[in-house]
């Protein structure tokens, strides 16, 4: 595709169920990252991948949540017994390179999934 | 600790006066500090890398090290410049951008 894809673009769940959240990232992009874009508090870094290992999880908020990248393409983030502080809006990204020197890659962005748990 | 912070959650000003959108960072390191905007309906995207001291849609950041700023400035505001916008700051040892709270602006005709 021409841009990073995520699905589901909406998902609302109830307290205590497991959510599967896609990104499918720009073909050849070896960097995938997942941030977490709540009201008031920003762009909260989650996982960064390089190819498909994650030399990053500090971010992850609990061990509820879990990610993977298979192929160096596809890459899933796993919420499970979702609680209602997990509501955000999910953005994942992928570059050609880290944003940093010498490449000082670009990140591009998907439209994000939006996760409402009631 | 690396952080970024964007004091001002909302800014407004008039079309035609100058806009400055704030942004402090806190690095130990050689900073590379970026603006990425977010327009209503659009996916977040990369507006200018201080790396490349470019002007994008009227826009400039100067790298203040002394100040540990990176304000984002545009002498003449237009109305399509309403948007949401992250400063964000490359974490080298991480490999990963770290991005201030935001600040959405708005233009007022």
């Known amino acids: 595709g021409a841009g990073v894809s995520q699905s589901p673009s909406n998902k609302v769940t109830e307290k205590g169920k497991d959510v599967e959240l896609r990104c499918d990232p720009i073909?050849?992009?070896?960097?995938l990252y997942w941030y977490r874009q709540s009201l008031g508090q920003g762009l909260e870094f989650l996982i960064y991948f390089q190819g498909n290992s994650a030399p990053d999880k500090s971010g992850l908020p609990s061990d509820r949540f879990s990610a993977e990248r298979t192929g160096g393409s596809v890459s899933t983030l796993t919420i499970q017994r979702t609680q209602q502080e997990d509501s955000a809006v999910y953005l994942c990204?992928?570059?050609?390179?880290?944003?940093?020197?010498?490449?000082?890659?670009?990140?591009?962005f998907g439209e994000g999934s939006r996760l409402t748990v009631l | 600790a690396q952080r970024v912070t964007q004091p001002e959650k909302l800014l407004s000003v008039f079309k035609g006066a100058p806009v400055e959108l704030k942004c402090n960072y806190s690095?130990?390191?050689?900073?590379?500090l970026f603006w990425y905007v977010q327009y209503s309906r659009q996916r977040l995207q990369l507006l200018l890398r201080h790396i490349s001291r470019e002007s994008i849609k009227g826009f400039t950041a100067d790298l203040n090290k002394g100040e540990t700023s990176f304000h984002l400035k545009k002498p003449f505001a237009q109305e399509e410049d309403s948007a949401m916008y992250y400063c964000?700051?490359?974490?080298?040892?991480?490999?990963?951008?770290?991005f201030g709270q935001g600040t959405r602006l708005t233009i007022n005709p």
């Open positions: 073909s050849g992009h070896t960097a």
């Open positions: 990204a992928s570059s050609a390179g880290v944003p940093g020197p010498p490449v000082t890659g670009e990140l591009f």
């Open positions: 690095y130990s390191g050689s900073p590379e």
């Open positions: 964000a700051l490359f974490v080298k040892g991480a490999q990963k951008l770290v």
